[in-house]
């Protein structure tokens, strides 16, 4: 109890603190003092010589005192990072394996992380920036740690029984939260397959990649402020749309949501403005992936896009799963891209395996009924890999910060069961999926949620991201936010 209340002050005054930063005049001088020394310590902590401390806690051999069922995704191997409120109400950052919540600011409170440099309140915030922010070396070395302490091997917290209540919680008694305070979001078109289909639909066959597709990881720039972590329902957007042989635009609901199975990747502190980053040194500012359902309105979309690109028919909502799963995690799942068709610019050519192997589902649950998987597709089925992706934003010397996420686009497979969007499952709604419940779909309808699962699996250890699940509600009432 003393400790938790401890930790409330603590927390408290970290956050006031940062508020009063944000009030006083050399505030902008001081981050970017701040931002400075980031810049420069990362620079050390990412040079090879330095930053080679082993994954121990990648060991397909441990096994963790915390139970882990059979096929959890949250093996003492995974070790991802999230935020969350605890049942004090307290936010904290913590981990999670099994179905067990690790909060990792108590456990820096109570000593376990002693010999590693951290500050003192680098988990006891309310985003995960400031600890990505670190670099790799230190996300390590506390993974590393992390693995210790839960090894099955230590009794050191197994057998306290005071520090374990403090420090574990069961999922029921915790709020994901998003684990990053968002500062830009970046969204791709890397698959092959999905802008193959999406312009065959549009333009015809013969016309379906434009003349850059194969040249340039296409994308555009999104909104941060509408992303939320799955279990938020969204609303169906309204806004205008061009009913087919009209010449006028009406405006109402969008007729044609749909969405997007995506992953995104979370960076760290990676470059100064104009200064690129070479593509075979990306990896080290990529902190980890999440699931990224980027909810879309074709018909919204269809109308707006020409010529600047996606608007309102993309920013009303993007979900995301609230664990991030780090670059370390995934390592052993390492796989080759596509071959490139055509020859790429010097300062896109990416070197060894720079793909994952992650297996991708997509199900509609309608309101009451069992779900329907409508979706298997593969993370490196990309055509574009994240390090090409980090190479072409920052080769104009776009800065990249901690906690921008970037989004790899649909992605779509070979197959017609492998496409990430009702949009190409359903080929414009031409061919409706069959749902377990005798009921059709052509794109989501009111009440339905959408459920996108990710996992790694070799030799025995399964790596996964959990899930992001959102329910679509019908569109807003404004007469209930008058009359709550
Ligand atoms: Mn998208």
């Not at 109400?89 to 440099?117: E, K, P």
């Not at 490196?380 to 980090?390: E, F, T």
Request: contains cysteine.
């Amino acid at each position: 109890m003393l400790i938790s209340t401890k930790k409330q002050i603590f927390h408290f005054k970290a956050t006031s603190i940062r508020k009063h930063q944000k009030t006083v005049n050399f505030k902008h001088f001081f981050s970017y003092k701040l931002k400075i020394l980031c810049r420069f310590e990362h620079h050390i902590y990412n040079n090879p010589l330095l930053s080679n401390m082993s994954i121990i806690a990648n060991n397909p051999d441990r096994t963790s005192w915390l139970h882990v069922g059979k096929n959890s995704d949250f093996p003492i191997q995974n070790i991802p990072f999230g935020v969350f409120l605890t049942r004090d109400d307290i936010i904290t950052i913590g981990t999670r394996i099994g179905d067990t919540a690790i909060d990792l600011g108590a456990l820096h409170q109570l000593g376990y992380f002693d010999g590693i440099a951290l500050t003192d309140d680098i988990f006891l915030q309310d985003t995960l920036n400031d600890f990505i922010a670190d670099g790799r070396k230190t996300w390590r070395a506390v993974r590393n740690r992390i693995a210790e302490i839960f090894d099955s091997n230590n009794p050191i917290l197994k057998d306290n029984k005071k520090h374990k209540e403090i420090v574990c919680f069961r999922l029921d008694e915790i709020e994901m939260q998003v684990p990053v305070q968002i500062g830009d979001y970046t969204d791709f078109y890397s698959s092959l397959e999905h802008a193959t289909n999406v312009g065959t639909m549009f333009r015809g066959k013969d016309n379906a990649l434009m003349p850059n597709w194969l040249h340039i990881p296409v994308g555009y720039h999104g909104r941060s402020s509408s992303i939320v972590p799955s279990g938020i329902p969204i609303h169906r957007p309204q806004g205008q749309t061009l009913p087919d042989g009209s010449d006028e635009p009406v405006f109402g609901p969008s007729k044609l949501v749909d969405f997007e199975l995506e992953m995104a990747f979370i960076t760290t502190v990676a470059n100064d403005l104009g200064e690129p980053i070479p593509v075979n040194e990306a990896e080290e500012y990529i902190f980890g992936l999440v699931l990224f359902n980027d909810w879309s309105a074709r018909d919204i979309q269809k109308w707006e896009y020409v010529p600047l690109g996606p608007f309102l028919s993309k920013n009303f909502a993007s979900s995301i799963s609230p664990w991030i799963v780090t670059l370390d995690a995934l390592e052993p799942f390492r796989v080759d891209g596509p071959k490139p068709i055509k020859p790429l610019l010097p300062y896109l050519k990416s070197k060894g395996k720079k793909s994952y192997d992650i297996s991708l589902e997509v199900a509609i649950r309608p309101k009451n009924a069992k779900e329907t998987i409508v979706c298997k597709s593969n993370f490196k089925y990309l055509y574009w890999n994240m390090s090409q992706q980090l190479a072409h934003h920052t080769i104009n010397g776009c800065p990249i910060n901690s906690g921008d996420l970037m989004g790899s686009g649909t992605i779509s497979g070979p197959t017609e069961d492998s496409y990430g969007s009702m949009l190409e499952l359903t080929w414009r709604g031409e061919k409706p999926i069959k749902m377990k419940d005798g009921t059709e779909r052509k794109f989501i309808n009111d009440y339905d949620t959408v459920i996108m699962r990710g996992h790694c699996e070799k030799d025995g250890t399964r790596i996964g991201f959990g899930e992001v699940s959102t329910q679509l509600l019908p569109i807003y009432n404004p007469k209930k936010r008058n009359n709550p």
